[in-house]
């Protein structure tokens, strides 16, 4: 389905009132008002293909139904996420789940709704039915070549793929590590590791980037091969200029500093992009900003500094995407909750007085320097971003025009009660 004009008008006359009294009130009290609405109807989320149904759990899945059965209903799902706030252009596909099989049909149907293509994501952490070798124990750090070479050459195929849709980035997860101690040599298996991503690194056309995502734990319980951030570096630094750490927010052992890591990574030139979630014990997957706001907000206050600091635009001088999947709530309504919640984060950082904070770390005036983010945080911003997307013709509520048309009861008719998407 697809929402019309005029079926976004009237949700937003009906909104009219009560939004221009708020907005209003904060453009009053607000002098940078302006400045950030442009930057909010800059900037854009990706929105992953394997998020578009149910999942996140390793004991079973439980379908909302009308869940997207082909790449070309993804594409529509995120058509209408971006349609109802404006901020989702962007789809990142993950291969071979959502293997196009018309390149130029694919490029023409995102074109209408108005999108394009983020990172291509590898998937050498599952095998597939019709691979000659498995990944059980791994596989670009695989004691076995054959192994390695299969994971390789998936990567370039997707580095293919991705050239034929108009991407310029590959981002790879690795799986690879140990569950017990003695199980692997882990010099051996980075230096295979490394090996395997400088044959992929070669790959790479002249204008690509290639992310390289790290994780603390699972699906391997005593090491991770690239396990934080200080491993990824290395492998980045190692690689050359067109290789980037990637962060996951769930990817961190619990009260990890994030938004220290995410600003000294940006200061060295390393930052390549986001996926964006949330987490209370490991990587839950959870809705962004549902579990730590403040958290978001202060790696978006290190974001903006850190980006000004070396003169980048803030829409593109990063990748930005979410990494979301569960079980418990229609997953288009979470995605809009997501972006909604990183726009808010965003906007609060772009409030921030720097040269006021500036002073006060200079001084060591500890109190204020608190005073000064707090201020931003607290900052009831939602009427800004709201003004943002209705400038830009999305809705003014989202989610509630979403549930207003039914958009899930029409998509089960459409598409049936027991359709389960491709992915995790």
């Known amino acids: 389905m697809e929402i019309t004009q005029n079926q976004l008008e009237a949700h937003n006359d009906k909104a009219s009132k009560a939004h221009q009294q708020s907005f209003n009130f904060i453009a009053a009290t607000q002098q940078r008002v302006e400045e950030v609405i442009s930057k909010l ?41 971006h349609r109802l706030n404006q901020s989702s252009g962007a789809a990142s596909l993950h291969i071979p789940w959502d293997v196009p099989q018309d390149y130029a049909a694919i490029r023409q149907q995102a074109q209408h709704y108005n999108l394009r293509f983020d990172a291509m994501n590898s998937n050498t952490f599952q095998d597939q039915p019709d691979q000659a070798h498995s990944y059980k124990f791994g596989s670009l750090h695989h004691a076995d070549p054959a192994v390695r070479r299969q994971a390789v050459e998936h990567n370039i195929e997707v580095i293919r793929q991705g050239v034929e849709l108009g ?32 044959e992929i690194y070669a790959a790479l056309p002249e204008h690509w980037k290639v992310f390289v995502e790290y994780k603390a734990f699972e699906p391997n319980f005593y090491s991770t091969t690239i396990g934080d951030w200080g491993q990824s570096l290395l492998f980045a630094n190692k690689l050359g200029p067109k290789a980037f750490t990637l962060v996951d927010l769930g990817h961190h052992l619990p009260n990890a500093n994030i938004e220290q890591i995410v600003s000294l990574l940006l200061m060295e030139k390393k930052l390549g992009g986001f996926h964006f979630n949330d987490s209370k014990y490991g990587d839950d997957d959870l809705t962004a900003g549902s579990i730590k706001p403040y958290q978001l907000f202060l790696i978006f206050n290190e974001l903006v500094e850190g980006l000004d600091a070396r003169g980048l ?30 726009m808010l984060a965003y906007a609060q950082a772009l409030l921030v007085d720097r040269e006021a904070l500036t002073a006060a770390q200079d ?25 943002a997307r209705l400038r830009a013709g999305g809705a003014a509520n989202p989610v509630g025009l979403y549930r207003e048309l039914q958009v899930r009861q029409q998509l089960i008719s459409e598409r049936g009660l027991k359709t389960v998407a491709t992915g995790l």
């Open 41 to 81: 109807i800059s900037f854009q989320v990706a929105i992953p293909s394997w998020a578009l149904g149910t999942g996140g759990t390793r004991f079973g899945r439980f379908s909302g139904g009308g869940e997207p059965r082909s790449l070309e209903e993804k594409l529509a799902d995120i058509g209408l996420l």
């Open 313 to 342: 635009d803030h829409a593109t001088g990063l990748g930005w995407m979410i990494d979301a999947s569960h079980n418990v709530k229609d997953p288009l309504e979470d995605l809009l909750q997501s972006v909604d919640a990183i």
């Open 363 to 387: 001084n060591n005036d500890v109190a204020l320097c608190q005073e000064i983010l707090q201020e931003a945080f607290r900052t009831d911003l939602r009427p800004v971003v709201r003004e």
């Open 167 to 198: 991407s310029d980035t590959l981002s790879i997860w690795l799986a690879d590590g140990s569950c017990f101690p003695g199980q692997l040599n882990f010099r051996k298996a980075f230096q295979r590791t490394l090996e395997s991503l400088q």
